[in-house]
């Protein structure tokens, strides 16, 4: 056959031309709106109580001053700027316009960054601590830094003055601020302390498997991934197991790719999802003709085509010589959804090789189906048999043949099995199509896996 001209994208770029998120955002501004925690009346050292006096004063002042307010807005509407930008230009305009007002901003507070430095410097006991992380985080919050907001924070969680009831949640601000801060080990560790503590709520779970993944952590955020995901169950949210695909991708990690993939078309099985699933379990079995005509059958049955490349190695695998009625029914398939070109040569000779011998490939089916069912025929004769039948939308005889391959000796058990369960999922049989794929074993485990999912959900009607 004649090498086509086609070049198809990667899986990769499969997915992300498909928009699949690659990360997560964080709210970190959640504690603004929570009660301060109750706790014992703290007991300061005399020598902290005169700067932790004054820099409370003077923030509760700042509070109130209108110039500040107004700096705030203008922070905020450069942040939003900045966050919208698009472009390397743009975003460079707009990083220089929120560096401006963030120094305004920082420039009318300088005094009253002297005042909490001062009351840090005077810390001397646990108390002390807490209150001084209490000033931290008001500052922080008037001026917009995260930094000091976590510092904050972390000075109330060290000081051992919070109630154990709140330092699961006083951990998640931390590993929030510190995730929108892009210092990812310092999120793995709040958010740790944070599930330790028994927190549980804002998909922490979730955070803390991204926590990794962001910063090159593969293995572990890949673990942690799928403990979210499997904490969520069928509520499990479509990006975070599209955030599984790029990543189990990305690291050549085939079980990982088959464990989300599945659970992503089980959940959501749209076309684009499926196509991308099929796609990244192409490229990374590696599979041979014989195991990726079983796979891209599937991509046909749930019309998840989404380049030439994907028909052109539908019929490589069928072969116009073998599977002629196949091979033109894909490359009808191909042209009619635009992706293949009629005056590419590899079109034209792979339907000048097929058409001529649909004919007699018909006139033999009788005398096929004779020979499987002959005293001396042998597994692989009920199997050509079968394959045929299949190639030509005739399931109920290729299931007939392919149980008939089974009950002789020398059949390659994990190939007839793929194909029974194809022909009986095409003729209807959903729940025996499911019971053949699940004693699929050996390479083509993770096809029949697909295959289930396909089966699965055309019983439930999605």
């Known amino acids: 056959m004649v090498r086509s001209k086609f070049f198809g994208r990667s899986a ?98 300088s005094g009253e960054f002297g005042l909490i430095e001062a009351a840090f410097a005077a810390v001397s006991n646990p108390d002390d601590k807490l209150l001084a992380g209490q000033l931290a985080l008001n500052l922080g919050q008037t001026s917009l830094d995260k930094g000091l907001q976590r510092r904050g924070l972390q000075a109330m ?46 998909d922490i779970d979730y955070l803390l498997a991204e926590a990794n993944l962001s910063d090159n952590m593969i293995p572990e955020g890949m ?45 959501y099985p749209s076309t684009e999802n499926w196509s991308l699933v099929i796609a990244v379990l192409r490229d990374l079995a590696n599979f041979q003709s014989q195991e990726s005509i079983d796979l891209l059958r599937l991509m046909e049955r749930t019309k998840s085509f989404s380049e030439a490349r994907d028909y052109v190695e539908y019929i490589q695998a069928a072969d116009p010589r073998r599977l002629p009625g196949e091979v033109i029914k894909i490359l009808d398939e191909g042209l009619a959804a635009g992706k293949l070109d009629p005056k590419d040569v590899f079109v034209s000779d792979a339907r000048a090789n097929a058409a001529g011998r649909i004919a ?76 053949t794929f699940a004693k699929v074993e050996g390479v083509r485990k993770p096809i029949a896996a697909l295959w289930t999912v396909y089966a699965a959900n055309k019983a439930a009607g999605k």
């Open 12 to 109: 990769l770029g499969l997915v992300l031309a498909l928009g699949v998120v690659a990360g997560a955002s964080v709210s970190t501004t959640a504690y603004a709106k929570e009660k301060a925690p109750a706790v014992a009346k703290p007991q300061p050292s005399k020598g902290f109580i005169p700067p932790y006096q004054a820099a409370a004063a003077a923030l509760d002042k700042a509070s109130k001053n209108p110039d500040i307010t107004a700096a705030q807005t203008e922070v905020r509407n450069a942040e939003t700027a900045y966050r919208n930008a698009r472009g390397k230009d743009a975003k460079a305009q707009t990083k220089t316009a929120l560096d401006a007002a963030t120094a305004a901003l920082n420039g009318k507070l």
């Open 157 to 202: 969680v060290d000081s051992g003055k919070l109630p154990p009831a709140d330092m699961g949640k006083f951990n998640f601000y931390i590993g929030g601020i510190s995730f929108d801060m892009k210092d990812f080990a310092a999120a793995r560790t709040a958010f740790t302390a944070a599930i330790a503590g028994g927190y549980g709520e804002n």
């Open 223 to 267: 673990r942690l991934l799928q403990v979210a995901i499997d904490k969520k169950g069928a509520a499990a949210p479509e990006d975070w197991l599209r955030r599984g695909m790029v990543v189990s991708y990305k690291s050549k990690s085939a079980d990982y790719s088959n464990t989300f993939g599945t659970r992503l078309v089980s959940l």
């Open 360 to 435: 007699p490939d018909k006139a033999s089916f009788p005398a096929l189906e004779k020979d499987a069912r002959a005293a001396n025929g042998t597994a692989a004769t009920a199997m050509a048999a079968g394959d045929t039948f299949l190639s030509y939308d005739m399931p109920a005889k290729a299931i007939e043949m392919y149980q008939l391959a089974l009950s002789k000796p020398g059949v390659d058990s994990p190939r007839v099995l793929t194909r029974l369960g194809i022909a009986q999922a095409d003729a209807g049989q959903l729940a025996e199509a499911q019971a």
